[in-house]
């Protein structure tokens, strides 16, 4: 969802609150043309290392996909709707699973060393 620029992305630990699923993961955009291309690219993604979604709704309208992976579900939501619905207070008993907003920086590659030169003294011509 980070990659599409999703706003106040949350992910919840509903497992021991419900048999529905595991992890609620849930985000806003704030169009309903940016939800829908949320909701492609996860799916894309997903679906290319083999996790095909079990149900996808709410793509005509935009202003709520769900999109149910089994143990994850995902709810993307347009701002003002996810308002609306507040997921997050209806789910407050569940634990709330900390996200890294990047992926850690690449080490530093140290520069390579530099060699020493070493000139051999030039021979001297005799006359």
């Known amino acids: 969802m980070l990659d599409k620029k999703a706003l106040d992305v949350q992910i919840l630990h509903v497992a021991p609150l419900t048999s529905v699923a595991d992890y609620l993961v849930i985000g806003s955009a704030e169009s309903d043309r940016q939800t829908r291309a949320i909701a492609d690219h996860i799916d894309s993604i997903l679906s290319a290392k083999g996790d095909r979604p079990?149900?996808?709704e709410g793509l005509a309208t935009g202003q709520w996909v769900l999109m149910d992976f089994g143990?994850?579900?995902g709810h993307i939501f347009r701002q003002d709707t996810r308002e609306q619905y507040?997921?997050?207070r209806l789910w407050s008993d569940a634990k709330l699973?900390?996200?890294e907003d990047e992926a850690p920086a690449p080490a530093p590659v140290p520069?390579?060393?530099k060699r020493a030169?070493?000139?051999k003294p030039r021979a001297k011509k005799s006359a």
Do not use: G, H, M, Y
Request: aromatic share 0%; net charge neutral.
């Open 54 to 56: 079990l149900s996808i």
């Open 71 to 73: 143990d994850v579900v």
């Open 86 to 88: 507040a997921l997050e």
């Open 97 to 99: 699973v900390p996200i």
């Open 111 to 113: 520069a390579p060393k």
């Open 117 to 119: 030169t070493v000139r």
